[in-house]
């Protein structure tokens, strides 16, 4: 794990305080950036991320990027390649007959 991976008190702090209508508005940011077919994971996380900087402007890259591996992990967000901080997979909206 390298130092830019590691995340600075701040951050954690910020991320500690965020309320709970302030990770819906993440996760519906990061839901709006995903289509139907494959995109790199980086891209809908820095969209995601640029979207919210008027509301959010302090949340870390890495906060979105860990909302997005929750959304795969529940199945609202497909994923192909390995799920990792580093982004280097990609992603699409669930098919709407999976999570059934």
Same mark, same amino acid.
């Given at each position: 794990?390298?130092?830019?991976?590691?995340?600075?008190?701040?951050?954690?702090?910020?991320?500690?305080?965020?309320?709970?209508?302030?990770?819906?508005?993440?996760?519906?940011?990061?839901?709006?950036?995903?289509?139907?077919?494959?995109?790199?994971?980086? &891209?809908?996380?820095?969209?995601?991320?640029?979207?919210?900087?008027?509301?959010?402007?302090?949340?870390?890259?890495? #906060? #979105?990027?860990?909302?997005?591996?929750?959304?795969?992990?529940?199945?609202?967000?497909? %994923?192909?390649?390995?799920?990792?901080?580093?982004?280097?997979?990609?992603?699409?909206? %669930?098919?709407? &007959?999976?999570? %059934?």
């Amino acid at each position: 794990m390298t130092d830019q991976e590691q995340p600075r008190e701040s951050d954690l702090e910020l991320v500690v305080s965020l309320s709970g209508d302030d990770v819906a508005a993440i996760n519906a940011a990061l839901l709006q950036h995903v289509t139907g077919s494959w995109l790199p994971a980086l &891209g809908v996380v820095t969209s995601a991320h640029h979207s919210l900087l008027p509301t959010l402007p302090s949340v870390p890259l890495a #906060f #979105f990027s860990y909302r997005l591996r929750k959304l795969v992990a529940s199945g609202e967000v497909q %994923a192909k390649g390995i799920v990792a901080r580093e982004l280097a997979y990609q992603v699409k909206a %669930a098919d709407p &007959g999976a999570a %059934a």
